[in-house]
């Protein structure tokens, strides 16, 4: 066998995988020796997927709240009430004969309602070094970072939104000290969950919670509930359960088409989020129906989600990055047509 570069008066000894090696020692494909160009070749033969894989979340806020935009960096927000009042109230006090001297009196009361802001900010760092290896790499952390920070600012709306921020002393949608909860009704089966009900008794439920908010609004048109939330375990029930063995209508079908709201011309909604699961009284699952409109309440971005500012950091070797954003907390203007659901 010819000898492939040998050093003179040195055996060349055959190693395990037929390969001559100069000093008589096998060289194998895990030696160190070799061990950089193994890595080189692997990486030259992998197939890369260009795709980034972002994590798997959901927010659904926009869709359960009205969003005003504008007002700047503000420290609170305000909202206007008025109260009526007449003499003796607005029945028969009213009539009055010919010649009467007393005649009741409207009056108006004015109080306001304050609501308090806070202020999102964010730091986006990008090492140096990073930097200008993205012209190797083909890939922008800029652009990766940029989609991070959007998501963190998604993820502090809804929790905003649906539940607001305990430290701070603020709540959302689901958890207002102001609005009264009520039990779900227990129905023949003995429970008082939506799995174990029949579409009737889960209808019943549905039309007791907006029965519940538009009495207490006066009976108005304009306040009937018109968006119902509920956890996503009984949305999907509700969603793909059909109302029997020989229908083709899903229970959620029946209930858009059969609630009262819908009967009194105003659309219902039902949808589902995840804060709804273990909000209620003893962990238990709540169910909200609520008046969707920015006359009953909204929540303000007073200054959306933008770069405020990029300057080097020496200490870091970076470029940072600030993302602020001024947002109000949940403003609840009226609490009469809210009604919550538990046990569900």
């Known amino acids: 066998m010819r000898n492939l570069g040998t050093i003179p008066g040195q055996m060349v000894k055959p190693s395990a995988f037929g390969i001559k090696s100069p000093v008589g020692t096998p060289v194998r494909t895990t030696d160190a020796a070799i061990a950089s160009g193994n890595t080189f070749l692997i990486s030259e033969l992998e197939k890369r997927d260009p795709k980034v894989r972002e994590p798997l979340t959901s927010f659904t806020y926009a869709r359960d709240i009205p969003i005003r935009v504008g007002g700047g960096w503000v420290e609170s927000t305000s909202a206007l009430n008025i109260d009526y009042g007449v003499t003796e109230g607005s029945d028969d006090s009213l009539v009055q004969a010919g010649g009467a001297n007393a005649v009741p009196v409207i009056q108006a009361n004015l109080n306001k309602d304050k609501f308090s802001a806070h202020i999102y900010s964010i730091v986006m ?36 939104v649906y539940v607001g921020m305990a430290k701070y002393g603020t709540t959302g949608l689901l958890n207002s000290p102001f609005v009264t909860a009520s039990p779900a009704s227990t129905g023949a089966s003995g429970s008082t969950n939506f799995r174990s009900k029949t579409p009737e008794e889960i209808l019943a439920d549905i039309n007791s919670a907006i029965l519940t908010g ?4 006066e009976w108005d048109l304009s306040a009937i509930p018109n968006h119902v939330l509920t956890p ?28 009262v709201a819908t009967k009194n011309g105003s659309e219902l909604v039902i949808a589902a989020t995840a804060y709804c699961s273990g909000t209620g009284a ?3 699952d709540r169910m909200i129906a609520y008046r969707h409109d920015e006359d009953y ?3 303000d971005e007073f200054v959306p989600m933008n770069r405020t500012m990029t300057m080097p950091n020496v200490d870091k070797v970076s470029y940072d990055s600030i993302y602020m954003a001024n947002l109000s907390e949940v403003q609840i203007y009226y609490t009469q047509p809210i009604s919550y659901v538990d046990g569900i």
């Open 125 to 160: 760092r990008i090492p140096f070094v990073d930097m200008q290896r993205q012209a190797i790499t083909g890939r922008s952390l800029e652009q990766m970072l940029t989609k991070g920070v959007r998501l963190s600012y998604d993820k502090h709306l809804d929790a905003n």
């Open 232 to 259: 996503y375990d009984q949305y999907n029930y509700i969603a793909t359960t059909k109302v029997s063995d020989l229908a083709t209508m899903t229970i959620l079908e029946f209930l858009l088409q059969n609630n």
């Open 297 to 299: 309440m909204a929540v």
């Open 214 to 217: 538009w009495e207490n609004s």
């Open 282 to 284: 003893g962990g238990t």
